[in-house]
């Protein structure tokens, strides 16, 4: 009654779905881009909350670009003429606090009994001898090398740090880099002009968050159109139906508005897996638009009248496709129970997009049926189109194997679980803390270049604390800065493949004692050994800039920091295991807290994350999708033959994943939670339709039940489910084009593993339903 009120009030309703549509369509224009590394860390693990207390005492680590000035002439009048001029040029960029380059540097020097803080380069009117004096300084010191400059001397980096506002917002952080983009592109101008060879890169986390934003703005660009134009040309195909079709196409994007509102009311913004949620409220929305227009056209051939054949359409479709976008909701809300923000995030608005895209299949997709759909155009046969009747003849195959070699099916589908169930051992589990680039894009080779001249682009710090409570100067008692200078010496040595050089408190106080003390009490003893001396040691250093990232504004917390490689989850556990055991045992002999934080620091709490979140939000899904089942049809049998169809492309998922060398990583790791939920869609579908056929049976007084049923519903709904199935797996084929491998990864697994999963949905369901005759009341 409620289709045919709608129907009837046609007007009424369309004003009613175009208010909603404004509402939501006000909301999904605040929604905005962001790529965060915060966004991958875990919400509650201990690295987050250490992160966090980190960051309060040292906020720039976070908000420094670089810029990688390569020149043969680099360390020539016209050379540093050139840096001191770019520096210039990028510190008038407006949120830059600072720059830190050659031409503004400061070093420790000395001056009979007094030391002093001087800039390095201080013009470049010096003689050849001296710039060579000062370029082996700025190559060399302990406290340059790699940080200011490559040991080379081919490259020098300047660090522009930004304020904390500026760096945590995505809009201010866009306009920087667009500000930083002209001042290179300028300067490239210019050194070409003079005849110099230079080469600028920008990069650093401002940096880097940003380009992943445009990246992601260019692939919703991209990917939607390309996935929309497959989805309606797969449909077109089928029905053959211009109206058909135009209406699918109104329901996509009245779905897609709804959902995107939801996410800027909720306030998530668009990242690396919500830029698919569109995607996925598409394709999502296909499979109910199938069904319904299916049965839509079955009422018109049999001779109802259009409003009645939609009316009957929806009515006949509401509660089976309800059911199925609860399954599915359910399954992409447990994605909620994983620890990290952006898979929490993609879950929790994902989900509402699926019950989004139900209603406009039951409201918009009905009006626009009767108003595109003309009387004189219905009555032709779906079957006539080449491809259903190609279809029909895969449906006829499916049910002579499922009648004549029923072991033939099994063997089969046996032999493909105990190959993938092997290869399941071999899945990598590797996370990198700049994910899912293709090693050919640009920004990949940036930071491996950045690697090779900085020695790295991932932060990671050594934070100190006091046991017994802040006190200001505690870091520079004799024992903390010893413990910092052993922390130090251990990360240069011991990991000098990932750590070329450590900034620390030590390292200044250790060039100002022996400037002031004098190199045989240095040798001696290369520390001040009271506190009180090192408090008139560190008078000279005077430089903010210098100290900021090793040493609290009150002295009483430091880190030693390093740039580390981007060298993957493995490496870096590896790393700060062996870094905890031995800060264990400085703790035990000091007063003080050892944490070993920054983003590097943070790497395994996300992949336990990973793995912790996988097992919790699969096995939701799986439980959730059971109770659904279990609901539905009133039968725990049922209930279970209905998961077998939809857990065995999951090993198949594992299986592909194993031989293409996939990885486990925030992009990949919803795929199984995906491909579950999606693939129960046609399994509602069917295994409602089989219960209605097999009660009227029963009642009709069949002597073979749930044979007929089975194979019945197979021939009625087999053509709609390969369809649907055949424009889900297309559409998520179509991530293959993303410019990030992680999402490319995640389209190719869950488009073969949809695949897989009609499949098993044709041959399986009938068969375990004919073999195994579940109760059903």
């Known amino acids: ?13 369309f004003l009613a779905v175009l208010f909603i549509t404004i509402g939501f369509g006000y909301f999904a224009g605040k929604v905005r881009p962001d790529y965060s590394i915060e966004l991958v860390f875990p919400r509650f693990d201990k690295s987050r909350v250490d992160y966090e207390r980190f960051k309060k005492d040292f906020p720039f680590e976070d908000a420094r670009a670089i810029v990688v000035v ?40 000395g001056d009979g009994d007094v030391i002093r803080m001087e800039r390095l380069f201080p013009s470049s009117d010096l003689s050849a001898e001296e710039i060579e004096a000062r370029k082996k300084t700025a190559t060399t010191d302990p406290l340059f090398a790699w940080n200011l400059a490559k040991p080379d001397g081919s490259a020098t980096t300047i660090q522009v740090t930004l304020t904390k506002e500026v760096a945590s917002k995505e809009e201010t952080r866009t306009i920087f880099l667009k500000a930083a983009r002209d001042v290179l592109a300028k300067h490239d101008a210019l050194a070409k002009q003079a005849g110099a060879k230079q080469t600028l890169t920008l990069n650093g986390l401002p940096v880097i968050r940003s380009e992943f934003t445009e990246m992601v703005n260019r692939d919703l660009g991209k990917l939607f159109p390309i996935a929309l134009v497959v989805i309606l040309a797969i449909l077109y195909l089928t029905f053959r139906s211009f109206a058909e079709v135009a209406a699918a196409l109104a329901t996509i994007l009245f779905s897609v508005v709804w959902t995107t509102g939801v996410m800027g009311i909720a306030g998530v913004p668009l990242q690396i897996l919500t830029q698919v949620t569109p995607i996925v409220v598409m394709i999502i929305s296909i499979s109910d638009t199938v ?12 001779g109802a009248t259009v409003r009645e054949a939609i009316a009957r359409a ?22 909620a129970f994983n620890d990290m923000v952006m898979i929490q995030q993609f879950g929790l608005v994902t989900g509402a997009g699926m019950m989004l895209t139900w209603l406009a299949n039951f409201t918009v997709l009905p009006l626009a049926l009767s108003v595109l759909k003309p009387k004189a155009a219905v009555k032709r046969d779906a079957s006539r189109s080449v491809a259903a009747r190609g279809l029909a003849r895969l449906v006829d195959g499916v049910e002579r194997a499922v009648v004549g070699r029923p072991r033939v099916v099994f063997v089969v589908a046996g032999a493909i679980v105990a190959v993938c169930a092997l290869a399941s051992s071999r899945v990598g589990k590797e996370y990198y803390s700049y994910d899912d680039l293709r090693p050919n894009a640009q920004l990949a080779k940036n930071l491996r270049y950045v690697e090779s001249v900085h020695g790295g682009t991932v932060p990671m710090a050594i934070y100190i604390e006091p046991k017994n409570g802040r006190d200001p100067d505690a870091m520079i008692e004799p024992e903390a800065l010893a413990l910092m200078d052993r922390i130090t010496q251990k990360l240069e040595t011991e990991y000098s493949d990932d750590v070329k050089s450590a900034s620390s408190l030590s390292k200044y106080v250790r060039k100002a004692h022996r400037l002031l003390a004098g190199d045989e009490i240095a040798d001696a003893s290369p520390l001040p050994e009271t506190k009180r001396l090192a408090a008139q040691e560190l008078l000279a250093v005077d430089d903010p800039r210098a100290l900021r990232d090793i040493v609290g504004f009150d002295r009483s917390t430091a880190a030693v920091f390093a740039m580390m490689p981007d060298r993957g989850s493995s490496r870096a556990t590896h790393v700060l295991a062996k870094l905890r055991a031995y800060f264990d045992e400085e703790e035990k002999k000091t007063g003080y807290t050892i944490t070993v934080t920054g983003i590097y620091g943070i790497a395994d709490g996300i992949y336990r994350s990973l793995v912790g979140g996988l097992a919790r939000s699969l096995g939701m899904s799986v439980l959730v999708s059971f109770a659904i089942f279990f609901v539905v049809f009133r039968s725990w049998r049922l209930a279970l033959i209905g998961l077998v169809p ?55 007084g069949h002597a073979s039940p749930h044979a007929e049923a089975a194979l019945g519903t197979l021939r009625a709904s087999g053509l709609p489910m390969f369809v649907t199935m055949s424009a889900v797996t297309t559409g998520f084929l ?23 999963a009609v499949f098993a949905d044709l041959f399986l369901t009938p068969l375990l339903l004919i073999k195994l005759r579940p109760r059903v009341t």
């Open 1 to 13: 009654m409620f289709f045919d009120r709608m129907l009837g009030q046609r007007a009424l309703s």
């Open 70 to 109: 390569e020149a043969p002439d680099l360390y020539s009048k016209s050379g540093l003429d050139r840096v001191a001029a770019l520096e210039d040029d990028l510190a008038k960029i407006a949120g830059v606090v600072d720059t830190q380059g050659l031409s503004t540097i400061r070093d420790v020097v």
């Open 291 to 302: 069904h319904v227009i299916a049965h839509y056209k079955e009422e018109v051939a049999r």
């Open 314 to 335: 929806c009515r006949d479709n509401w509660l089976p496709c309800l059911l199925t976008e609860i399954t599915i909701t359910g399954g992409f809300v447990a994605l």
């Open 646 to 700: 939809n857990l065995l492309p999951l090993l198949l998922t594992v299986g592909v994943m194993s031989l293409l060398r996939i990885d486990v990583k925030p992009s990949t790791v919803i795929v199984f939670s995906i491909t579950l939920v999606i693939a129960d869609d046609d399994t509602i579908q069917y295994l409602s339709r089989y219960r209605e056929r097999f009660v009227a049976l029963v009642r009709g």
């Open 734 to 756: 179509a991530l293959l084009f993303s410019e990030f491998l992680g999402l490319a990864n995640l389209g190719l697994l869950i488009g073969v593993s949809l695949f897989a």
